[in-house]
C-alpha cells in the first residue's frame, strides 16, 4: 500500500472512530497501519541521514550514515 492511500486510511478510521466506533477488526488495521506507517517514516528519515555528512570544529568530515554503522 502506498503512502498515500496508507494515510487516507489511517484518517478515514480515524474519523469513524470518533463519530461511530470501530469493531475490534478495524481496530487491529488501524493500529497495523499506523505501525507501517511509522516504519516507513523512520526509514525514509534513516536514509536521509545516511546521506549527511558533519563537518567537525577539526575540520574532519563525518558521514552520518558510517557514524551510525561504526558506534
Keep these: 500500500m502506498n503512502v498515500e492511500r ?3 486510511r489511517i484518517n478515514e478510521l480515524y ?3 470518533q ?3 470501530l469493531t475490534p ?3 487491529e ?3 497495523a497501519l499506523r505501525q507501517a506507517y511509522v516504519a516507513n ?3 525514509n528519515l534513516r536514509g536521509q541521514l545516511d546521506n549527511i555528512s558533519i563537518v567537525e570544529k577539526d575540520g574532519s568530515i563525518t558521514n552520518l550514515g558510517e557514524k551510525k554503522r561504526h558506534g
Design 19 to 21: 463519530n461511530e466506533g
Design 29 to 31: 488495521e488501524q493500529a
Design 41 to 43: 517514516v523512520r526509514a
Design 25 to 27: 477488526e478495524e481496530k
Design 15 to 17: 474519523h469513524k472512530s
Design 6 to 8: 496508507m494515510t487516507a
